[in-house]
């Protein structure tokens, strides 16, 4: 990975949590890499690229510095290391949960600690330590900030007076019998690049093509195609009625007098959608799977 | 699930060696379920659907009662309970066999039974207890009826003469050596409704989509789709040809004189039909896979 | 098994490493076997198959004989058995890599021997006793060639001197600090018949109808699915531009001037092929998966 | 298992949730059956012992009629099933928890009931229909009873109105949102006879063995064997500070004034008595597992 | 493993269905093996000993050449290669049974076969080819014999009229529905040495102590210990009445009077011998377990 | 875990790779944790005791505050974060080897560095960044020192010149190629104190007597007990020749003549004491395992 002059795309992937469902969306949009355990370089059926897997924390610093040309990572981490990237893409793509996850400010249910404000003077157990400290100067509170190699929900009261702790539905800090005070950071990941990679005309329209591929399998999770034939002197009270049928591919039958109509639709409202189509008159309803889509 | 005024369908799922298939046959239908471990409750986005799990064996007598407005169980366990419910629909989705399950009285092998006149006097274990004493009052027999709680088949010689038990193939029967004197009922899963809430127009609706979409779903299990080009002048002869494919839809090509033929068909009968469209002069063909299919 | 009159076609299927994805390929052509645990005779959902799983090793003899009407083994194994048997199709169907296997002579990394000429006299250890004697005989080189029953690659240097192995990638050589110093062979699976049975008409179409869905099947994987609408003045351009996209299947929209595109085309070029597309003014772009692809 | 006169032992074992926490206490007591996979009928390494695997709530009733010579059940189901057996012996050897389980009347938390005289008129779901009934009549109070087939304690509060479940910790209780209102019973495993059998002098004798061994395996669990060396002069003060030294096997060294001191006892104590011990001149303490203690 | 002078111990061990009981024999023995997945060359804590797995079948052939000093294979194996090696220890250690297993000759059930007298001219399939031919000679029978890779048990009778067959239980044959006609060859393990192994002093102390351990350890399996204390007036009369306490060790104890009795038993015979000697008027009995016994 | 008056000792026990075989280590001390997944708070069968789940990383300063009394962790991580605490004693158990780690600077194995010299000016990744500032700073060089969040020993030479790294048997850097330049600190398992918990008289027995249980434990693992019969005037003979059966128990037996003897023995001199005992006229040898050992 020394050589930045051919025509190779530096990647990083996430390592950990994140690492299998990102290689199956990269799988769905086209690139297919292969990881023997306990390697770090995984394997790509594309000559063009050369990836490694990384911890989510390390990527931005390594992408600032040029040692990737492109990654995905947390917006979270990007901020606490302060790194300067050009963010490409943003990608929800977590299985557990569309939402994006949220830093908070946790204290135990029974702490009289009820704004940022009562923090003064107290000990605090974070990952993100950066982030908490700024965070804590723009609220003009002193406190003193301790980075938290772990299990940093069970920490307070004994540990910790607070926590700033990273969670999705809050789940993990109701089961450890702790309060939310206030959201610090909306997070989600992101594809970044390097400045210098985003300025090279050939990385630039790879990481472009990328970024492309990627969202158009995100856009394809959750749709489905839908198809049928209907008379065409219903068609159109169809398409008046059911909005989501939005931009149908129509196409004459060799009957005279009947269409084919197929449609890419959100998979939730075909519950929906067919009973619909069924009672004005369609026939043949049937649904199918897409990999990708790109309106 | 204690206010029924509100715009919401109480469904029972049956807990147990059914419940992976019937949840997948609801996310092939278009409703995603997620169940925790341990719980029984799972749940479903669709926000006017509430879901518990429940024995099949208590479906019934609950959906009578109200408990829930709709549910899946078998016909055998509404004739044991007796209850009074609207049979929506039949839903044929078992993944071992197509073929419905069947209550059996059996014998040891060796047995002198061979007809249920046999059985006066004798000792009988079964699940069914209600089914199989209205079975000997019809046919005049006076026996001792024993609630099994399980493991059945292999009380016979020792602790009951005969039993009446659920078998699919007749494998787990044979291998205790025991042999099938007769079929009392024949049962597959069925959807059923309240009687209230199938008089409810609202829920009448949400219970008539869900069946639509239930049926759409087990018709598409071995359907595949199949697509190919012909010339026109081809068309007739294997349409005529090719009674299985039925109604396919025939779109005009660019190419003067030549059509696009799509058609659902059975998986099975692709084996004989590809090589038969290739004769015939189609390219191209390919096949896909469906989700749903209502005709 | 024992009347070869009947319309019956004896299949010979391969046990051990291949089974799981010889039987996988037979589903996605259309014949879906299920083995229980322990049988070698496989069901199958035709009345006209019959199936027994034989190491491949003993294949082609079997076939010879007529034993079976058809099976799939490999080329090298065909050849150390020296059976006649009717070659009807290749098919290169391991997941592992695409590239056939290799039989090679391996020595020590450290050993002397650098061609064939340098096994006079020496040990050699081999699975493929025939091939090996009829290489060196080829080579004038007089050495002795004992049976391995396994575990081959472990036994240079002090076990053997010299050994005929096979291999994909050669890092199971490497491992053992081997050395290839030449490839003797290369093997691939074929699907071979009894002459006999290719003589006869019902077996003969029965076999080659086998033949064209599981190549169908091999040729689908790796390839998608692709439609996508255009205005029909950019059709030309693009489909000059982009030879990829072949003979692709084009149909007349309602709306004036488009049309709709669909093709199908390999997986590992849609990454190149839809940013492309997009930039040609092509509209609402899927993907989706086929199980069939028969030119 | 037809024969009783001749000399085998009918035995019958808790399938389910005890069984291999069972097989292993047999196996501890001496008694090493082998159960395969689906089989009801375990064998053994005594010729007359003959076992059959049989669900818990089935067990007393067949033992009361002879089916089988001595089983395990628990007190529970005897009182439920009201058979007559002659109760042999208490083993507790749940490995959750040495506690005997308690069957409680449970409500929801918000639930007005507070004793079991407020459910009067109230629907009661229970798997001991029997057990339930009883303790209403004692308490003058009438209810409908239910039978329930599991998952009982998810139906309150809109399946029923109460319930009575059996608990070890009463976590799935809490779980569930439930309030234990009463218990209604204590219950723990026991061997149970026949009495016929238990008049069988040949049976008799093989019952009390079985009783002594299983006995003699459960009290060995939690026990460790202690040997050390120390000072002849030494040793009364040891045993007398030291009471749970009790009944120490102790023999004379070679070596004048030393004696060797072996006894059985708390592994719980160890911790404790080991630096005491110590202390108090021992040397070569040594610590070691036993399978059977009989006092 | 390349020289021979220095004191090393070159040892072949079973590759394969015996490999894990072996290693734990081994284990038991003291000799603890390290094999790490893939390697064929365990490491172990003996700076003297050199191991190698080899497939039982390539044993006996490397032992008489020199290539391992001592190893472990089948008695079978060792007559099927006419391989002259050195028989140093039988070593029945196999879980399933502690029979040896035996080659028969087998066909199937319906089979006109009754003895060998009627192979004249029949097909045999086996994987020990010169056994089976050597048996047939002796016989005065003339069949050809031929090399079977495996599955022989579902050759008959397609494939093949009989088969020599290895066999424990007798069970895979008859779920092939095939009879037993003759045993042929009775085996079990043998530890096994190189002649000049054999009469090198180092080398034959060495393999004197691996036997004498190694059947220590098989010796243990399904003996315990047992200890109790007794009056010494009673002692006489238990070691009369109780013959398997042979040779007990036995200790006067301080208290004047008794004595403690230590023996090693049958654990099979303790479920016996423990009543009795309660009844006999011992005192603090208890069990356990032992890891080597040599008398 | 708030009031340290009453009599509890709080310990703190390592969370992730060594948990598990700490566990073990305790409950063969006598200690028997239970955790609940996902807990960080093991409940264990003594009152007097409060665990804690903690990353080893942050052990030793959480005992320092007296938020622990005490605790295990490693001497690298006591020195890397300076934290004051008193060493109890050394616990080595790992499982995979016995000897201690060792943290060793590594580079690329095609680097110029050659020693800690060449470092200035460089690169070097670590997760004990005070330790490495300090080495270097003893060698008067001036290099970067940068956290490393994990997968250490991917980065050279691309994201680092070098790194210090944590290693038991080098395995992990070789198959990253990289070279062993210099052992900066060897480090085992401690098991510390808080200072004013050692000066608690209650607490400091306390923790003395864990301490001689842990090791107790330790010494056992490894150890065996080994029994045998021998005539009296054979033993002298035997305690000479035999150094390993220092301190044997010897007691008279009841016949005249013959002494029981009983020593605990290393398990690896095993396999050579036993031959010799045996040849010594030794007679029913056998040995057991002991879980604990204090001399």
Redesign the interface.
């Known amino acids: 990975?020394?050589d930045s002059t051919n025509k190779v795309l530096k990647i990083g992937l996430p390592?950990g949590s994140l690492q299998d469902s990102t290689l199956e969306l990269f799988a769905k949009?086209?690139?297919h890499f292969s990881v023997s355990s306990?390697s770090?370089?995984p394997s790509i059926?594309?000559d063009e690229i050369q990836a490694?897997?990384?911890?989510a924390?390390?990527m931005a610093k390594?992408i600032e510095s040029g040692?990737f040309d492109v990654g995905l990572t947390g917006k979270d981490w990007i901020i606490e290391t302060g790194a300067k990237v050009v963010e490409v893409a943003d990608l929800i793509y977590s299985k557990a949960s569309m939402r994006p996850v949220r830093w908070v400010l946790a204290v135990p249910e029974k702490s009289d600690i009820q704004s940022v404000k009562d923090l003064e003077g107290k000990h605090i157990a974070t990952e993100v330590v950066n982030i908490t400290k700024n965070y804590l100067q723009k609220n003009n509170v002193s406190a003193e900030v301790e980075f938290?190699?772990?299990?940093t929900e069970?920490k307070p009261?004994?540990?910790a007076d607070a926590i700033v702790e990273v969670t999705e539905t809050g789940n993990s800090l109701r089961?450890n019998k702790l309060r939310i005070v206030e959201t610090i950071l909306e997070s989600n990941t992101k594809l970044i690049a390097n400045e210098a990679a985003w300025n090279d005309p050939w990385k630039r329209e790879k990481i472009?093509?990328l970024a492309?591929?990627l969202e158009?399998a995100i856009v394809?999770t959750g749709k489905?195609?839908l198809k049928f034939?209907i008379k065409e002197e219903n068609l159109k009270s169809i398409v008046d009625k059911i909005p989501s049928l939005r931009?149908p591919?129509?196409?004459?039958?060799?009957?005279t007098g009947w269409?084919?109509v197929?449609s890419?639709v959100d998979?939730?409202q075909?519950?929906?959608l067919?009973?619909d189509l069924?009672r004005a008159g369609a026939?043949?309803?049937?649904?199918?799977?897409?990999?990708?889509?790109?309106?």
Chains 1, 2, 3, 4, 5, 6 share one sequence.
């Open positions: 990975m020394s390592k949009a086209g690139f306990r770090y370089f059926d594309d490694i897997l990384i911890r924390q390390e390594y040692a938290s190699w772990g299990a069970v009261p004994d540990l089961a472009e093509n492309m591929l158009g394809a489905v195609g034939n931009n591919t129509i196409a004459h039958l060799v009957e269409v084919a197929e890419i998979e939730k075909v519950r929906r067919i009973p069924k026939e043949g309803i049937f649904e199918y799977e897409i990999n990708k889509l790109i309106y």
